[in-house]
Every structure is written in structure tokens, then in C-alpha cells.
């Protein structure tokens, strides 16, 4: 990017965030897989374009919270930057809650540029949404699946 020459922030709101359908299968199958409890995981790619998905171990088995084991957050991060990869999202699964960050998700968030992608199976369905959390504000980031 050119120094001095910033985009302005809602341009960078407003661009979808591209998964390709073999990784979004992939995060519902993981977090399928965790019910009852919330799975997690970390999308990474280049440029902007999700290419693999890391299941994560969600240390809280709770259905209502999750906490990454930072050792395997710290290896899959090292994984990623040795793969010339960025993080580019966070997402985890809403067992019984809404597709909407929760407050304690809100409060949490420390990865402003990452996407926060939160499945949830409420009601029996499956929904996934995207989102940017920044200084405590909740924007709904377009999702596409490519
Ligand atoms: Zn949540």
C-alpha cells in the first residue's frame, strides 16, 4: 500500500469476505462436531482470500464460551506466517445462541483486522455470519461463498 494513502474504513467494511464452499463446509463440519459445546477455529489465506481453515480445540467445552489453548493458537499462527499466510478470521459456533456476537464476543474481540464468523445452530438450523468487531462496535460484514 501506498504510504500516506489509506483506504477509507467503510470501503473496507463493506467488501465481502470470500470463503471458498470447501473451507465453509469444513467450519460447520468442525463445529458440528463440538456440539454441544462452541467449536472454534482460524481461517487464514493471502490477500484477502480465506484458503484453509484450523480447527481449534475450544479449552472452555462450554456451550456458551470458547477459549483457545494458546500453545496450539501460538503453533497454527507460526504455521501460518511460515505458509506466507495472515490470519483473515476468527470464527466459532453459537450452539443454542443467535449468528450475532454475544456481549462477552464483543468484549473479547483483540483481532480488530481479523473477521469474526460465528455459525450458529439455533433452532436446529445452520447460519453463518460475518462480522467485524472494532473498540466495541459490531459491523455485519457481507459473506460469500466462492
Ligand atoms: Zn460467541
Known amino acids: 500500500m501506498c504510504p500516506g494513502i489509506r ?3 467503510h470501503v473496507a467494511i463493506l467488501m465481502p469476505f470470500e470463503v471458498p464452499e470447501s473451507v465453509y463446509y469444513r467450519i460447520i463440519e468442525h463445529c458440528r462436531s463440538c456440539l454441544p459445546f462452541e ?6 489465506g493471502t490477500a484477502g482470500r480465506v484458503s484453509v481453515f484450523y480447527p481449534m480445540v475450544n479449552t472452555e467445552q462450554s456451550s456458551s464460551r470458547f477459549l483457545m489453548d494458546p500453545a ?5 499462527m507460526r504455521s501460518m506466517r511460515e505458509s506466507g499466510m495472515e490470519m483473515l478470521g476468527i470464527c466459532h ?3 443454542d445462541g443467535p449468528p450475532y456476537p454475544s456481549e462477552t464476543d464483543i468484549r473479547l474481540a483483540v483481532y480488530e483486522d481479523a473477521v469474526t464468523l460465528i455459525v450458529s445452530f439455533a433452532g436446529g ?3 453463518v455470519r460475518a462480522f467485524r468487531i472494532a473498540a466495541g462496535t459490531v459491523t455485519a460484514v457481507p459473506l460469500r461463498r466462492s
Open 7 to 9: 483506504p477509507a474504513r
Open 39 to 44: 467449536g472454534c477455529g482460524l481461517l487464514a
Open 72 to 76: 496450539e493458537q501460538f503453533q497454527v
Open 93 to 95: 459456533s453459537h450452539p
Open 125 to 127: 438450523g445452520i447460519t
